[in-house]
């Protein structure tokens, strides 16, 4: 995603007319090319570090939208919070494998995180691609972000 750039001479909804639908529309098209590619639970990570950005952004400029961008936010947890659960395995069986010492319970345990991360992040793609990014719905974020309350 490029960076975002704010001109100091425009109010904070001109700001968010210019800017925010841009960011939305790459955060749209590197998640579709990362799911392309069909990654690996802890590849998840990246979209996951995507989505925070998008969503903290978006929450700064809330009194410029109003109402509307809370259910757009809420949308955007629920992707963080199904690419938490991948992470969360991930991060967990790394540290069983650096921490618990080499046994048959080490082994079931990894074995078992694998599976969980593996099915966390098929959860994620099912989401992705039949809710957040369904048909219409980059279009639904966009005409919306293009019409901030405030100019």
Known sequence: MNATEWNERSGPGANAKRELPRMMSDYFVQVRSAMRATPKPA??????????KVRYTLELFRPCYGPGLDERLKALKDVQTSLGDVNDAVAASELVGDTMPRSARRKALRAYL??????????FRVHWMETFDAEGQE??????????RLK
Do not use: G, N, T
């Open 43 to 52: 590849d998840l990570h990246k979209i996951r570090l995507a989505s925070k």
């Open 139 to 148: 279009r639904w974020w966009l005409e919306f972000l293009r019409k901030p």
């Open 114 to 123: 694998k599976q969980r991360a593996a099915e966390k992040a098929e959860e």
